[in-house]
């Protein structure tokens, strides 16, 4: 079965902490992203990666840092300096040509 | 910059009843728009993508249509059942090449029994 996986689904860290979500995906795309939802707001980006080894920062990248060392894993680490970092984060690929948005299942980060 | 809008924010209506749901953009330069669907707590599910070149896409009792020129996308769900109770998004991606797509930030539809 093609798709993403997001590990883990639900993952509570103490204030201070580094976390890091992962995000795998076996659609063979080149394009991977990742946002985050809060309640009664739309997605926001958080970084995007068009080819591996290469990624842009989104709307929303201080506080969080990515790599993309293999196609198919993208992982978001939240750091301590992410003033709110409790939400939940969904992690996306899409193919080329036309550029259809698959999600992974997402991640709810509670940190107190 | 571009803008994407779903107004009502949230909808109830009886089971059996067809619907449409609205999707505005401010800037008709767009590459594709897709419709989506987010059970609560869940990821989002691609349910219709309709390329700039295209008036509309059909899946079983959906049928999303792209007016560009007006900038504005419907997404139709005929004979709805309670099932179809959800959160529906529309995202953009612009033509212009940054492969950054834009969210609205949904319309949460409720189907009554």
Redesign the interface.
């Known amino acids: 079965d093609g798709g993403i996986t997001q590990s883990p689904k639900y993952l509570f860290r103490k204030e201070g902490q580094n976390v890091t979500l992962s995000c795998e995906q076996n659609l063979n795309h080149d394009a991977m992203y990742w946002y985050r939802q809060d309640p009664g707001q739309g997605l926001r980006l958080i970084y995007y990666s068009q080819i591996v080894n290469d990624f842009q920062k989104g709307d929303i990248a201080e506080g969080y840092s990515v790599s993309r060392e293999k196609k198919e894993s993208f992982p978001l680490t939240v750091t301590s300096a992410q003033k709110n970092p409790t939400a939940f984060y969904l992690c996306a690929s899409s193919n080329k040509t036309p550029y259809e948005q698959y999600f992974g299942p997402g991640t709810r980060l509670t940190v107190t | 910059k571009q803008e994407v809008t779903q107004i009502p924010a949230a909808l109830s209506v009886p089971e059996g009843e067809n619907l449409v749901l609205n999707c505005s953009f401010t800037d008709s330069a767009i ?2 728009l ?1 419709w ?1 669907r987010q059970d609560p ?6 349910l219709l ?1 309709i ?1 700039s070149s295209q008036r509309e896409q059909t899946s079983g009792r959906l049928n999303a249509s792209l007016d560009k020129s007006s900038g504005r996308s419907t997404l139709y769900i005929a004979a709805s059942q309670p099932g179809d109770s959800a959160t529906y ?1 529309c ?1 953009v ?1 612009p033509s212009w090449g940054t ?3 834009i ?4 319309t949460r539809l409720k189907v009554l029994a």
């Open positions: 590459y594709n897709q989506f707590g869940k990821g989002l599910t691609s993508l390329q998004l995202a991606l492969y950054k797509y969210f609205g930030t949904g």
